[in-house]
């Protein structure tokens, strides 16, 4: 089973900067990366993904500030937030899809990292 593991929240000023890490651990043949977030009373909204080939996709909300990037070696997608605002305010979520070394199929959710941006 593969699982997730998230870091890099914190709180931070509007226009400031933070990067978020998502490892998995287990032997990932191939795997899609995504970031997802919520806030209290909405639902999971989702943010980005990077593709096994390296393709990004971002939300309209993000595009130009976050930056999606993988390290296929460490198993380990990361997400570089800039120029922060307060309405990126959430619980950030790392999701990962895909077939294990093993041929096994997984979809994993990370635990959550709380991003808070103050004004």
């Known amino acids: 089973q593969v699982q997730l593991v998230e870091s890099g929240g914190g709180l931070v000023q509007a226009g400031g900067s933070l990067r978020l890490s998502c490892a998995a651990s287990?032997?990932?043949?191939?795997?899609?990366y995504m970031w997802y977030r919520q806030t209290p009373g909405k639902q999971r909204e989702w943010v980005s993904t990077?593709?096994?080939?390296?393709?990004?996709n971002y939300a309209d909300s993000v595009k130009g500030r976050f930056t999606i990037s993988r390290d296929n070696a460490k198993n380990t997608v990361y997400l570089q937030m800039s120029n922060l605002k307060p309405e990126d305010t959430a619980v950030y979520y790392c999701?990962?899809?895909?077939?294990?070394?093993?041929?096994?199929?997984?979809?994993?959710w990370g635990q959550g990292t709380q991003v808070t941006v103050s004004s």
């Open positions: 990077i593709e096994a080939g390296g393709s990004t």
């Open positions: 287990g032997s990932i043949f191939r795997g899609i």
């Open positions: 999701n990962v899809n895909g077939v294990t070394g093993g041929g096994r199929p997984f979809d994993s």
